[in-house]
Every structure is written in C-alpha cells, then in structure tokens.
C-alpha cells in the first residue's frame, strides 16, 4: 500500500516561511492528483491547495492564495507547500493525500499522510 509521507513542518514566527514536503512511496504518485489539507486545534479539516497530475493545473483555498504555493516533482515522488507570509492563525497539522479528481473536497482523497505540525508563533 503507498505511503505519504510529510516534512518540513515545525515552530515558525509570523510572517516566516516553510516548505513542506510530501513524498509517496510509489511511482505510481504521478498518476494521482494531490492536495494539502490542515487542521488547526479544535477545528474542522479544511482545503489548502490542489496540483493535478502533471503540475499544470493548480487551485488553493481563498485564504491561503498569494502566499501558499503547491508544486510537485513527479520524478521524486513528491509535492510541495511552500508557504509564506504566515500567521498565527495558520497553525495546525497538515496533510497531503491523493485523489482520481481535481477536488478541493476531503471526501475525493482516498490515502493520506500522517500530517506535520506548522506552529507559527505571533
């Protein structure tokens, strides 16, 4: 069964940076569709970004857009968060998964990763 598997978070003040990594243990990564997820304390999971299979299509949340990109290297397996300009209130756990559909909706994943803590300090 693939695995995903996410890095990069950690303890940030506002206003920093941190690109988040997610790789799969499969080749078969290429084929699917991948999006970033977060859950902040106490909160529902919501929609970060989405990539399609090749990288040329990409959608992220209204709340993230101008400062969050999502980017993937299908030779390495792996999707990319890269996030800037962040606030206290991004805090939460993030996670990839994969889907068959371009969708910003939890439901379509089908695998996901075990999640990496972003913690951005005001």
């Known amino acids: 069964q693939v695995q995903l598997v996410e890095s990069g978070g950690g303890l940030v003040p506002a206003g920093g940076s941190l690109r988040l990594s997610c790789t799969a243990s499969e080749r078969s990564f290429r084929s699917y569709n991948m999006g970033w997820f977060r859950r902040a304390p106490g909160k529902e999971r919501e929609f970060v970004a989405v990539?399609?299979?090749?990288?040329?299509?990409?959608s992220s949340a209204d709340s993230v857009k101008g400062r969050f990109t999502i980017s993937r290297d299908n030779a390495r397996n792996t999707v990319y968060l890269q996030m800037n300009s962040l606030k206290a209130e991004q805090t939460a756990v993030y996670y990839c998964a994969r889907s068959q559909v371009v969708s910003g909706s939890a439901e379509s994943y089908h695998c996901w990763g075990q999640g990496t803590q972003v913690t951005v300090s005001s």
């Open positions: 990539i399609n299979l090749s990288g040329a299509i990409t």
